[in-house]
C-alpha cells in the first residue's frame, strides 16, 4: 500500500466497536494479548500503518486510525480518553466497553480519541531521533483545543488503591485542564474496569471492610510535583503551567473531583441494593463516606433512609441479630447527628444523638448479649455520647452556652471517657474525648482541668504517633483558644501556628478557622 494517502482529520478517532474486535484481535494476532499500549506500538500499531502516506507530514508512515476505514470503525472523536501506556490494552478496551453499556452509548458510533493509535507514531519517532521535537508551549495548545473540539475526557483510573494514572504528569495536567475548560462546555468523567469498579465498591459497602482509609488515601494520593514523566523537559514546563494556577490548589481540584465522582457511584450502588442487613451496612459506610468528604446534605440522606430501611428490617424478638442490626443503626444516628452539626443544625443533632442512645441502651437492657455484643454497643454509647455534648457545646471556643448546658457537656464527655477507659484506654477516639473535656473546661473558665485533658489527649496521639495528623490539629487550636483567653499569648500564638501547619499539609478546612483565631489573638 506504498503511496496510498491517509486523510487529514486531527480529531478522526476509532469506534469502540473496532477496538473491542478488530484492534484486539491484531493484538492477539502479534503475541501481545494482555500486554500494554507500550509493549503494542511496534508490533501493532505502527504496522498498521507502516506503507501509507501521511499528508500531514509528508512521509511513508501513517497513524494507526488513518490505515481504518468505514463508518462503523472510524470517525469524528466523540471522547478522548486520558489514561497512561503503562495500561494493558484489554483493560483499556473493557472500560471502553463497560462505559458504553452504562451511558447506553452505540459502539459503533462512539469514537475514543487515544493518542497511542491517533498520533503518528511514525512521525514521533523520527522527530525524537533527529531532536526536532514539539515545543511544550506548541504542544499544550494543540492538547488544549482537541479537548474543547471533542468536548468529552474520559479518565481512566486504575487500579483504584494506587491509581497508576496519578503517578504520570501528563494524566494529572490532562484531568487539570478538563476541569478547567468546563466553562468551554468539556465534560470531564472518570472511568474504571468494570472489576475495579465492583472491588471499590465492595471496600466501600461490605461489612468486611470497616475502614475507610485505603479509599482515602488512594483518593487524595495526587502531587503533581512529585508525578513522573518520560521527558524532564516536559515536567519542568507542566510544573511552570502548574504554578501559575497554584500547585496545591491544582492538586486540591483533582482530589475533589476524584472523591465527588467515587461519592456519586457509591449513592448509585445504594439504589441497586435490595432491603437487607447488607443494605443498611452499606448505607452507613457510605453516609460516613460522604460525611467525611463533606458532601453533608448527601449524608444526611443517605443515613436516613437507611435508619428506615434497618427500622423496616428489625426483627420483633431480642436476638442476637438484632444487636447486630442495633451497632449499625446506632452508628448511623451518631453519624447523622455528626453531619446535623457540622450543618450548624445543632438541635436535629442532639434529636439524632438522643435517638441513637435510646436505641443502644434498650438493646443493653433487653437484649441477650455476648460480652463482645456489649462492649461494641458500650463503645458506640460513648461516641454518641461525645456526638450529643459536641452539639451542646457548638465549634467556637470563644462562646460559652448556658452554664448548666455546660455541665451537661461535661457530664456526657465524662461518661464517654469512663467506657473507652475501661473497654479501649489509649484509643485515639479517648484522646479526642479528652480534647473535648479540655476545650469545655476552657470554655467554662477551668484552665488547668483544661490544660490536663489537652495534656492526656497529647500522650494518646504521642503514642499512637499521629501528633502531625487532623487529630492533633484540633486539640492544638483548641488549646491555643484556651491559652488566648488564659491570656498566655506567647505560647497560644505557637500552638495556633502548629495547628494551621497541620492543617495546610492536609489541605483542611480548619485552615481559616484557625487563622480566625490568629487575628483574635493578634487583637489580643
Known amino acids: 500500500r506504498h503511496g496510498v494517502q491517509a486523510p487529514v482529520d486531527a480529531t478522526r478517532a ?8 478488530k484492534f484486539l484481535q491484531e493484538v492477539a494476532d502479534a503475541g501481545m494479548a494482555g500486554g500494554t499500549v507500550r509493549d503494542v506500538v511496534a508490533p501493532v500499531i505502527k504496522a498498521k500503518g507502516r506503507d501509507l502516506w501521511c499528508r500531514q507530514y509528508e512521509m511513508v508512515g501513517s497513524s494507526y486510525v488513518d490505515a481504518v476505514e468505514g463508518v462503523d470503525n472510524v470517525g469524528p472523536a466523540t471522547h478522548m480518553m486520558s489514561y497512561t501506556w503503562n495500561y494493558k490494552v484489554d483493560v483499556i478496551v473493557e472500560t471502553v466497553e463497560t462505559y458504553c453499556a452504562q451511558v447506553g452509548c452505540d459502539p459503533k458510533r462512539t469514537y475514543v480519541w487515544l493518542c497511542c493509535v491517533c498520533v503518528n507514531q511514525w512521525y514521533v519517532d523520527a522527530s525524537r531521533d533527529k531532536g526536532d521535537c514539539i515545543s511544550f508551549n506548541d504542544l499544550s495548545q494543540i492538547f488544549e483545543d482537541r479537548i474543547v473540539s471533542v468536548g468529552r475526557v474520559l479518565a481512566l483510573v486504575a487500579p483504584w488503591k494506587s491509581p497508576a494514572n496519578l503517578k ?19 465534560q470531564l468523567e472518570i472511568v474504571m474496569p468494570a472489576s475495579e469498579k465492583a472491588d471499590l465498591m465492595r471496600e466501600i459497602c461490605e461489612p468486611e471492610s470497616r475502614d475507610l482509609t485505603k479509599i482515602w488515601e488512594a483518593l487524595s494520593d495526587v502531587d503533581v510535583a512529585k508525578a513522573e514523566a518520560w521527558s524532564s523537559s516536559d515536567k519542568e514546563c507542566i510544573l511552570a503551567q502548574c504554578e501559575t494556577f497554584g500547585i496545591d490548589r491544582l492538586n486540591a481540584q483533582v482530589r475533589a473531583h476524584l472523591k465527588d465522582w467515587c461519592c456519586r457511584e457509591s449513592m ?17 459506610r457510605v453516609g460516613y463516606m460522604l460525611s467525611l468528604f463533606n458532601r453533608l446534605d448527601d449524608a444526611v440522606t443517605v443515613l436516613t433512609a437507611g435508619i428506615a430501611i434497618s427500622g423496616a428490617l428489625e426483627p420483633g424478638e431480642h436476638s442476637s441479630g438484632s444487636s447486630q442490626m442495633a451497632k449499625e443503626t446506632a452508628g448511623m444516628w451518631h453519624e447523622l447527628g455528626w453531619a446535623r452539626h457540622r450543618k450548624g443544625e445543632y438541635a436535629l443533632a442532639q434529636d439524632a444523638c438522643q435517638n441513637g442512645l435510646a436505641l443502644v441502651d434498650e438493646r443493653l437492657r433487653t437484649c441477650a448479649l455476648s460480652s463482645d455484643d456489649v462492649v461494641a454497643l458500650r463503645k458506640e454509647k460513648a461516641c454518641l455520647l461525645r456526638a450529643f455534648a459536641r452539639a451542646i457545646v457548638g465549634d467556637d471556643p470563644f462562646i460559652q452556652p448556658p452554664p448548666d448546658r455546660i455541665d451537661e457537656a461535661l457530664e456526657k464527655y465524662e461518661q464517654a471517657r469512663d467506657i473507652f477507659c475501661e473497654f479501649d484506654k489509649g484509643s485515639v477516639e479517648l484522646g479526642k474525648i479528652y480534647n473535648n473535656l479540655g476545650l469545655c ?15 492526656a489527649a497529647e500522650v494518646i496521639y504521642k503514642e499512637k504517633g499521629i501528633l502531625h495528623h487532623p ?8 488549646l491555643g483558644c484556651m491559652l488566648v483567653k488564659r491570656g498566655d499569648v506567647e505560647v497560644a500564638a505557637a500552638k495556633l501556628s502548629e495547628a494551621w501547619d497541620i492543617a495546610h499539609a492536609f ?18
Open 471 to 478: 487529630p492533633n490539629m484540633t486539640r492544638l487550636y483548641n
Open 168 to 186: 504520570r504528569i501528563w494524566c494529572i495536567f490532562e484531568i487539570h485542564k478538563a476541569i478547567a475548560l468546563k466553562e468551554r462546555g468539556v
Open 14 to 21: 476509532l469506534s469502540v466497536h473496532y477496538l473491542s474486535t
Open 507 to 524: 489541605n483542611n478546612s480548619m485552615t481559616t478557622v484557625i487563622e480566625d483565631a490568629q487575628k483574635r489573638l493578634h487583637t489580643a
Open 268 to 284: 448509585h450502588t445504594l439504589q441497586t441494593l435490595e432491603s437487607s442487613v447488607q443494605s443498611v451496612v452499606a448505607h452507613q
Open 441 to 455: 473546661f476552657g470554655i467554662k473558665g477551668d484552665f488547668d482541668s483544661a490544660q490536663n485533658a489537652f495534656d
